[in-house]
């Protein structure tokens, strides 16, 4: 198994209530916190969990995330992500990176900004913090400028930290539903209902491009 194991703490869920993150985000409402932030609409779905801060999520991104963007760009796939937050406490980041990467990214879906959604995840994971610097709350906010989200994000980190923290907490050690997996590490990717192995041994690339070409022929 590759990924970043987690200590799987009893949490108790509550019902979550945001403020939205800018003047396009819909009016505060209850969340689930175990949605995710949802792209596109085509038949194939294709789940990930993945938490800003762990350096195998980010692996995973460069090897698959041009296929996944371009599979969900053309109306092959609809991706769900469901953000995870623990990773900076396992790794001594003080500045709580996972936790306010994970709120903009759900701001910037409150806002409408789909098209946004999938470049500045990249974007994120490109960015982790290192030993000499964490990405600011202002440069996370740079960093959906570039992505091309334009809607007021200057409170969206503040305004769904909350949602980010409940979310991780509703699925770390929580079951995908119809699969054996328990939420136990990232990075989780699941096709169709299947989990895919994820190997970093070179072949994830390929193998994830065949399994949504599998499930898009099914």
Not at 71 to 79: I, K, L, S
Not at 90 to 112: E, F, H
Not at 141 to 165: E, K, P, Q, R
Not at 169 to 184: E, M, N, S, Y
Request: hydrophobic residues 45%; charged residues 15%; negative net charge.
């Amino acid at each position: 198994m590759v990924g970043c194991l987690a200590l799987i703490p009893v949490v108790t869920i509550v019902a979550v209530a945001c403020s939205p993150a800018a003047a396009t985000a819909p009016s505060p409402a209850p969340l689930d916190p175990t949605a995710g932030i949802v792209g596109g609409d085509g038949a194939v779905d294709i789940q990930l969990w993945s938490d800003p801060s762990c350096p195998h999520c980010m692996s995973l991104d460069e090897a698959i995330g041009d296929d996944l963007a371009a599979f969900v760009g053309d109306g092959t796939a609809t991706w769900t992500l469901h953000p995870m937050t623990y990773v900076s406490a396992k790794r001594g980041d003080v500045t709580d990176y996972s936790t306010r990467a994970a709120a903009l990214l759900l701001g910037v879906a409150a806002a409408g900004e789909d098209d946004a959604l999938l470049p500045l995840y990249g974007l994120i994971q490109q960015n982790q913090v290192t030993a000499d610097h964490s990405p600011s709350d202002e440069e996370l906010l740079g960093f959906a400028a570039t992505a091309g989200a334009t809607s007021d994000l200057s409170t969206a980190i503040a305004d769904y930290a909350g949602l980010a923290s409940a979310a991780n907490d509703a699925w770390l050690g929580r079951a995908i539903p119809g699969t054996d997996q328990v939420v136990d590490h990232v990075p989780l990717l699941v096709i169709d209902g299947t989990v895919f192995e994820i190997r970093e041994d070179g072949t994830d690339a390929a193998r994830f491009a065949a399994a949504v070409a599998d499930a898009a022929a099914d």
